[in-house]
């Protein structure tokens, strides 16, 4: 079975992950996210930088946790994007240079089809076709999975804020640091989900008419900051827990619609903020209650890292996928 390398560095994670079949043999992450902290986002020059430095030992330490040699590697594979260009432009190369000088293949992976495929690592039996609920600090999608790498159709997606940019947001105003998902998601477990009622974005019976599986989150991230400006004595925990009610309830709903409309009884949430308690309580007990599948990544596989790249590469290389020496980085996605 194929001994696969990911490289993944399309925000502020350095990561290296090595699979063979589908166990995973290492997953390195150097994250830069400290030094972006004090600008309340990740600022994509620095970024860049902090790849360059720390490759090459993300690279020894992922080859040594797996206990194999650079020239034991059958294929590589690396983000193409979506991404920061010049962030994706330095795992790019870095992945050329190890296919070339190895002579070996290598394969550009989209990020977002990464995060579905990382489920593979957790999960024995074949997952497609499946509707997947992707949401991350950057997307927010939900799609169609008829086949992983070569059948994805996209139902909807957010027309402003991904949902982990509207956390990362709330949590800025809320003095909670960044990045703020899994800061919200702490004090929102002992504040009330009740105690303000946030607005739903895109629930109108028109929206349902007309964009059914489309998402935005700016009005309710406006909603939040109106809250807060009249309400000097607001109480955090309960604009927390409001808040991330508020965001869990629309891909809830929209989750059901799609399932329900294709008739596919099996939904998979993927992404950094398919680590969020709320979401993942939520979503497995609309699944329970309904007799549907559900597929949420196990915590540590949710946000970025490379297993999920490996991951995905490893189908294309059993399927005998076309690959080359030609990979570009693209900042974005049709998804
Ligand atoms: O998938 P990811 O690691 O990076 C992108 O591809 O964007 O997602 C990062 C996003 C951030 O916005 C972060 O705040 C959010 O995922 N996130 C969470 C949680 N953990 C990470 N959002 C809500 N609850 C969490 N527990
Ligand atoms: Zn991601």
Redesign the pocket.
Known sequence: MPLILGIET??DETAIGIVRDRTLLANVISSSMDEHARFGGVVPEIASRAHLESFLNVLQQALSDAKVKLTDIDAIAVTEGPGLIGALLVGVAGATGLATALSKPLYGVN?LAS?IAVDYLTHDEKIEPTIALLV????SSLLQVNDLTSDVKKLGATMDD?A??A??KIARILDLGF????A??QIAKTGNPTAIDFPRGLTTAEDWRTRPFDFSFSGLKTAVARYLEKTPNAIKKDVAASFQDAVVDVPLLKSIKACVDSGIESLLIA???A???GLRQALMTMAAANGWKIYIPDFPY???NAAMIAMAAHFKYIEGAFENLDVTAHARSTW
Do not use: K, W
């Open positions: 399309s925000c990020h995060h991350s600090g950057g997307h991904a982990g940019e956390f990362d990045p703020g998902g899994p919200i998601d992404g950094g903020v680590a969020n308690r949710c946000t970025d």
